[in-house]
């Protein structure tokens, strides 16, 4: 099983798009047994608040359900999962600062697997909710391209089930 989560810095909008996205990406797959998927925020700042309207409307428009409560990354959950998946740059440097520059093999921004890479921008700045959507599902749909690459006797228990 591998363990994926998704960082931004509030986590009601990216990160939360992303494990939605990438949840409906993977159970498509038939790899919902394969995958453990959460997202965090660096900051405690929306803790317990759920996903942000307009995120969820988004996510909604594209045929993509779920709930999502804000949660606040811990070391613990840097050190329980295999890929950390950030958004932009600032997460990066968050993390990095978290981690004491330790578990860097696991740490990347989401859009390095795709071909523009760059950051996901903020919609909670931008307002531009499609644009921070198509950026989180095109760097998600690469991470999977990524993982049935790299990581495939991963999935040997879904292709047996």
């Not at 939360?16 to 047994?33: C, H, Q, W, Y």
């Not at 307009?54 to 990354?73: C, D, F, N, V, Y």
Request: proline share 4%.
């Amino acid at each position: 099983m591998l363990n994926v989560t998704f960082v931004c810095l509030g986590n009601i909008c990216r990160s939360p798009m992303a494990e939605l996205i990438f949840t409906d990406m993977v159970k498509k797959r038939g790899l919902s047994n394969s995958f453990r998927i959460s997202s965090h925020g660096t900051s405690y700042y929306e803790e317990g608040n759920p996903i942000y309207p307009p995120a969820k409307r988004t996510l909604e428009e594209h045929g993509i359900e779920g709930a999502h409560i804000s949660r606040q990354l811990t070391l613990k959950d840097i050190k329980n999962n295999d890929y950390i998946l950030v958004m932009d740059s600032s997460n990066l440097f968050d993390v990095l600062r978290l981690t004491g520059g330790a578990y860097g093999e696991k740490i990347f921004k989401l859009r390095s697997f795709t071909p523009s890479q760059g950051d996901v921008a903020d919609p909670w700045y931008t307002r531009d909710f499609e644009k921070a959507f198509n950026d989180v599902e095109e760097g998600c749909r690469y991470f999977l391209e990524f993982l049935l690459k790299e990581k495939s006797e991963a999935f040997e228990y879904d292709k047996r089930h």
